[in-house]
């Protein structure tokens, strides 16, 4: 990489960056040597699993590592000056002005005791020096222009009172409000649905166009880095592994790692793999990495002087950089010369579902919520959402429902009322024949024992003062299904061996695990009931491309193994075509579409369900520069007051095919086709 002059086309770059941490286990080496420039107006992609050094490296260019770490070599040049010699008063003003920043978990950057009006206006105040009226008038704007329902009472509203993809898009209202030259997003859209991701990264795109923002786009979604990126780094245990345009790197990645990546993805392009393809084995223990190349144990196409010498990042072709002993040889032959796996091809063998008998049946199902807004109530009355609206579905023995939608569309609350978290408001739900609606004492007990859950974030459902073996082991012990502790920890070893853990494992806690680690002990955990019927909700939303695989394989193996039923809740449309049989679409509480996989992914009838397939993006730019990326319009509505409650369609404020008649007739969900059920009158 050059050094930067005065006349310096980038407007960021990174230098040889080196970043440590103190640890009482010892000095972690969490970014070493990477570099990489960034032009005005350009978007450029960070890649790579958890723990690389990605956002590590973009907490040294906002000053903003913890006490613990430091910089310990390099340079980060931000229109030509050293960000690392600037004084504290400088940087600040730097900050949030010319550089601002997208945090993955909007509650962190959150303040939960001020108002989400005040966090929006405080950068206005301070920094461009607007009067309180004007700042608060730009802060309703930015809140309408990433899609906040009802901004205007929002502005006085709390963190809490927001929901997670909401919060989100308050983050990103922060990082907009002063028209920074350089944006940097830490997983910008991991909170989103796949519509409000697309709304949001085509507003960051023409921002970026349009003022000349430049961004660093940090991420695990491949998808989001084919359709936007212009160029692309992808990192691997804290050192940069390959580098070039986004276009190349997908037709042709020259590191092994990078075609293991994509690999994993699955793809609404292509037919249903048998499996998802994974990337065998763990990052190294940055504590003490391995001496050669990191990713060699985990490199098909590894050689003996892989793990001698630790390969540097060179010129392979034109704007191409490898770090790989072998790059010119895959530039060359292609990675299948080198022994590397190629996609897996093959029909998908058809699970034995047993549709005589549905295993769970729901029938006019509603859950309805009593709240107020905050301070104010709603029209000055106590407000009711409708979170499940009227729906009936039935589930067969062996077969895996998929649940989608956007966020707030009630797929969350399905889940919690099946399993008796949540006092359904009318319906019946009825499990094994035997209705469960209402059941108390006993029956309850045995229901709950039959029917379990995965949590979208397993760090918050395990217990952090409890072991991992603890965890598993408590429901052995507190529902008797071992006699004793002895037997209780055998179990527990098992179900971990069953989930692809160590036995060693069992003594660690929460925090000493990785985020697919814990996943694994969440479905532990629920396994340990011995269930029939697991309700997964969001189970890999959060987690990197390769571990996303490994768990969605698991949970298939366990079902064929086990004879398992799930529900599975996502908005990942192309992890639900791959895992399920059929798929349910909600929308504001209400079912508008139900059909067999292939039917639905094939020939979706309604427009909301069109609308969120083309939201995906797929992980190939070539594909994406040729598709016609239409954002689905309008504004999330509000589900205090969602349109058509009392009559008409509630999609009907959104939909590009809605006319009067939408207004004032709801759509009942009726059968269109054999086996496909959707509600909508244009049909």
Not at 216 to 240: C, E, Q, S
Request: charged share 20%; aromatic share 4%; hydrophobic share 45%.
């Amino acid at each position: 990489m050059t050094v930067a002059t005065a006349a310096s086309p980038w407007l960021l770059e990174v230098d040889n960056l080196h970043v440590q941490f103190n640890t009482p286990r010892g000095v972690v080496r969490a970014v070493e040597g990477i570099s990489y420039r960034v032009r005005a107006g350009e978007i450029v992609a960070l890649v790579g699993e958890s723990g690389c050094g990605k956002s590590v490296s973009s907490l040294a260019i906002m000053r903003l590592l913890a006490q613990s770490g430091r910089v310990t070599q390099g340079r980060i040049l931000f229109e030509g000056r050293d960000l690392l010699t600037l004084a504290a008063d400088e940087m600040r003003a730097i900050r949030g002005r010319d550089i601002a920043m997208i945090f993955q978990d909007p509650m962190t950057s959150l303040n939960p005791v001020l108002t989400i009006g005040f966090q929006i206006t405080e950068p206005l105040l301070l920094h461009l020096r607007l009067t309180p009226e004007a700042a608060r008038a730009r802060a309703l704007e930015l809140l309408k222009m990433v899609g906040i329902p009802d901004a205007e009472s929002r502005l006085d509203q709390y963190p809490h009172q927001f929901s997670g993809g909401m919060r989100q898009r308050v983050v990103i209202a922060i990082a907009l409000v002063c028209n920074p030259k350089l944006i940097i997003a830490d997983e910008p859209t991991t909170a989103l649905d796949v519509t409000i991701q697309a709304q949001i990264l085509e507003l960051m795109k023409q921002l970026s166009r349009d003022l000349n923002i430049a961004l660093v786009v940090i991420t695990h979604n491949l998808g989001v880095v084919a359709r936007y990126a212009d160029r692309v780094n992808v990192m691997y245990a804290a050192r940069m592994a390959e580098q070039g345009g986004a276009a190349a790197v997908f037709a042709k990645p020259l590191h092994p790692y990078t075609a293991g990546l994509l690999r994993s993805v699955p793809r609404l392009d292509q037919p249903r793999g048998l499996k998802l393809e994974t990337i065998d084995g763990a990052p190294p223990d940055l504590l003490a990495p391995p001496p050669g190349c990191r990713f060699a144990p985990r490199c098909a196409a590894r050689q003996a002087a892989c793990e001698q010498a630790m390969p540097e990042l060179v010129e392979i072709a034109a704007g191409r950089h490898a770090a790989c002993l072998r790059a010119v040889e895959i530039e060359r032959d292609g990675p299948a010369a080198l022994g590397l796996p190629v996609a897996a091809s093959g029909s998908v063998v058809v699970k034995p579902v047993q549709r005589a008998t549905p295993l769970l049946g729901v029938r006019n199902l509603k859950t309805y919520f009593d709240v107020s807004t905050g301070l104010k109530t709603f029209g000055g009355k106590s407000a009711e959402v409708r979170a499940v609206d009227d729906l009936s579905f039935d589930v067969y023995k062996g077969e895996t429902v998929g649940l989608v939608g956007e966020s707030g569309c009630g797929k969350t609350t399905v889940g919690r009322t099946l399993l008796r978290l949540e006092r359904s408001t009318a319906g019946a739900i009825t499990y094994a024949g035997a209705d469960v609606t209402r059941a108390q004492g006993d029956a309850l007990k045995k229901y709950r024992r039959k029917m379990q859950v995965i949590f979208q974030d397993p760090y918050s459902s395990l217990n952090p003062r409890m072991t991992v073996g603890d965890s598993i082991a408590e429901p052995l012990l507190v529902y008797k299904l071992q006699p004793d502790k002895t037997a209780a920890r055998a179990r527990v070893i098992e179900l971990l061996r069953l989930v692809g853990l160590f036995d060693y494992m069992a003594s660690r806690y929460p925090h000493e695990l990785s985020g697919g680690q814990r996943q694994r002990v969440g479905i532990a955990r629920a396994l340990a009931m011995e269930p029939e019927f697991i309700v997964c909700d969001e189970p890999v939303s959060a987690l990197d491309v390769s571990i996303q695989a490994q768990i969605i394989n698991l949970l298939e193996d366990l079902q064929k193994k086990l004879g398992l039923t799930y529900l599975f809740i996502a908005h990942d449309l192309a992890v639900v075509r791959h895992i399920s049989d059929r798929v349910i679409v909600m929308y504001l509480g209400c079912v508008i579409e139900i059909a067999d996989r292939d039917a639905l992914y094939a020939t979706p009838l309604h427009p909301y369900t069109q609308a969120l397939l083309e939201a995906v993006p797929v992980p190939d730019p070539v594909i994406e520069a040729r598709r016609e990326h239409r954002v689905l319009g309008g504004e999330v509505p509000s589900p205090l007051a969602p349109p058509g409650s009392q009559r008409g369609c509630v999609f009907h404020t959104r939909c590009p095919r809605a006319d009067a008649a939408c207004k004032i007739e709801r759509p009942p969900l009726r059968e269109v086709q054999a086996g496909h059920f959707a509600a909508c009158i244009k049909i």
